[in-house]
Structure formats: C-alpha cells, structure tokens
Nanobody, 123 residues
C-alpha cells in the first residue's frame, strides 16, 4: 500500500486548506484511515480518523468543529478539510491506513504511512 499526501502549503490564520491522500491499494474500502500531524520538536499526534465504512469519525479536541475528514471510494482518496486555521496547526500532516474496520487514535495501530505534507499557518 502506498499513500501519497498533497495539498499542504502556506496560509494565513483563519484560512482553509484541503489535504488529500491518494491510496494505491485495490481494497481501499477495507482500511480504516487517519490523519496525524507533527510539529517541530513535538511528537506525532492524532488529528482525525474514520472507520473503513466511513460511518464513524473521530477528531482531536484541538481540531473538532474546524476540520472534516472524508473519503472518496471511487478515487481511493481521503481528504482533510481544514477551516479556521490557527498558527498552532502548523505541522507536517501525515495520512495513515490501518488494516481494520475500526479506527484508532494511536499511531502504533496504523500499518501504512504517507510521506507527509507541510502546512504552515501564519499569524
């Protein structure tokens, strides 16, 4: 499984970005997907995830109400729409895939990782 993240960039506080993660896997619908981020000098942290059916989602408290995770099964792609961005959202964002129906908050539970895309929010 290969994951290719894109859509990062530089944006002013209050702006929006829509990250995409394209998966090269024949059974994309059988993977739970998640987004994580890592700021300089900090550990990688959970951002959002959902089940392989897309019926359940979860968000970190810090992004709840501002970020939305979604997936397009026809395109084997997962998205992270980020609104009302804040400088503290600045990080490298990673998508991850888990060979399971259920989602997880723990990065150790994910089997495959994308290369990351940089998001920088200026104040």
């Amino acid at each position: 499984v290969q994951l290719q993240a894109s859509g990062g960039g530089l944006v002013q506080a209050g702006g929006s970005l829509n990250l995409a993660c394209a998966a090269s896997v024949r059974t994309f619908s059988m993977y739970a997907m998640g987004w994580f981020r890592q700021a300089p000098g900090k550990e990688r942290e959970f951002v959002a995830a959902f089940t392989w059916s897309g019926s359940r989602t979860a968000y970190a408290d810090s992004v709840k109400g501002r970020f939305t995770i979604s997936r397009d099964y026809a395109k084997d792609t997962v998205y992270l729409l980020m609104n009302s961005l804040k400088p503290e959202d600045t990080a490298v964002y990673y998508c991850a895939a888990r060979r399971s129906a259920s989602m997880s908050w723990s990065l150790d539970d994910y089997d495959y990782w994308g290369q990351g895309t940089q998001v920088t929010v200026s104040s």
